[in-house]
């Protein structure tokens, strides 16, 4: 069993930077797979952002890369999203989600755990 933890979420400006963290428990983190979600009002939840359970790997949605950053520190047991450029349409609540593989994984269904979200507000 995993719980999941996001924090950092709030109210920025279009064009300013966010960081969202995930804390997991359990005492092996290093053998998940993490994915970052979004969920817009009305729409969806959509694929943002995973990660490998080692970090070499990583996979962004077209909408977010070369913006976004995935990284997590397996001795800290969190994930990070770095979040640049914001623009209106990331407003979202962020989740993070955690599944025991080896593989990176794009798809919600997929992962076994989840986070409460945190939300992230965008003004233009």
């Known amino acids: 069993q995993v719980q999941l933890v996001e924090s950092g979420g709030g109210l920025v400006q279009a064009g300013g930077s966010l960081r969202l963290s995930c804390a997991a428990s359990?005492?092996?983190?290093?053998?998940?797979?993490m994915g970052w979600f979004r969920q817009a009002p009305g729409k969806e939840r959509e694929f943002v952002a995973t990660i490998s359970k080692s970090g070499e790997s990583t996979y962004y949605a077209n909408s977010v890369k070369g913006r976004f950053t995935i990284s997590r520190d397996n001795a800290k047991n969190t994930v990070y999203l770095q979040m640049n450029s914001l623009k209106p349409e990331d407003t979202a609540v962020y989740y993070c989600?955690?599944?025991?593989?080896?593989?990176?994984?794009?798809?919600?269904?997929?992962?076994?755990?989840w986070g409460q979200g945190t939300q992230v507000t965008v003004s233009s």
């Open positions: 989600a955690a599944r025991r593989t080896i593989q990176v994984l794009t798809a919600a269904e997929l992962y076994a755990y």
């Open positions: 359990g005492r092996t983190f290093s053998s998940y797979a």
